[in-house]
């Protein structure tokens, strides 16, 4: 139980264009979804918490109108990079939080290449 | 702010001995606390957690870690380790909203 998908899991764009990537509750839902952001060799930095039905909220420094987080139904949320530029390539990843409970289960990942 | 701090980057130990992961977390209340492993290119996978109650937390393959309040640590530990574990681990505390913070990171080599 509690497995996370994303899709897709790799992704290479060019510079200017938009990706979006979905992360998936398999079975279970999860009210609130958290998008990370891992550079090499080094730590996830939370970048937003997805919430159901409502608005985002994004950590200091992220900017919304870059990174657009829609979460429409309590297994879905989606994270769309827009413009994207070459310093945006990162692995991506995305975990859901069960609802009612505090852990949260990470999604494999998505490796994004700006080029 | 909550912090979580992993005081080795790298640690490398025989197959077959113990290894023991450390990890300082600073926090007000009672924290929750958790240790995920990543294998390269992969998500994360919840070893283990501590909420409250007994300190000594049993996870999965093989994993315990033990809360001690007064050194405000939560040590991974693990008597007979494997080469399927290396991988990097991280100690995470959770805060407001369920988010968590995390360590750096200990990446863990296994030498046959």
């Known amino acids: 139980g509690a497995v996370v998908s994303q899709h897709p899991s790799r992704v290479i764009c060019k510079s200017g264009t938009s990706v979006k990537i979905e992360c998936r509750s398999l079975d279970f839902q999860a009210t609130t979804m958290f998008w990370y952001r891992q550079f090499p060799k080094q730590s996830l930095m939370l970048m937003a918490t997805?919430?159901?039905?409502?608005?985002?909220?994004?950590e200091q420094g992220v900017e919304k109108d870059k990174f657009l987080i829609n979460h429409a139904s309590l297994t879905l949320s989606t994270l769309t990079v827009t413009s994207a530029h070459p310093e945006d390539s990162s692995f991506y990843i995305c975990s859901a939080n069960p609802t009612g409970t505090y852990e949260q289960y990470f999604g494999p990942g998505t490796r994004l290449t700006v080029t | 702010a909550q912090s979580v701090t992993q005081p080795d980057i790298h640690i490398t130990v025989s197959e077959g001995a113990s290894l023991e992961l450390r990890c300082n977390y600073s926090y007000g209340a009672t924290p929750y606390l958790f240790w995920y492993v990543q294998s390269p290119g992969q998500g994360l996978q919840l070893l283990l957690k501590y909420f409250s109650g007994d300190t000594l937390v049993q996870g999965i393959k093989g994993f315990e870690a033990e809360f001690k309040r007064s050194q405000s640590s939560f040590n991974l530990r693990k008597p007979s380790v494997h080469w399927s574990d290396a991988a990097e681990y991280f100690c995470?505390?959770?805060?407001?909203?369920?988010?968590?913070?995390f360590g750096a990171g200990t990446i863990l080599r296994v030498k046959s």
């Open positions: 997805s919430n159901e039905g409502s608005k985002a909220t994004y």
């Open positions: 995470a505390v959770g805060e407001e909203g369920n988010k968590l913070v």
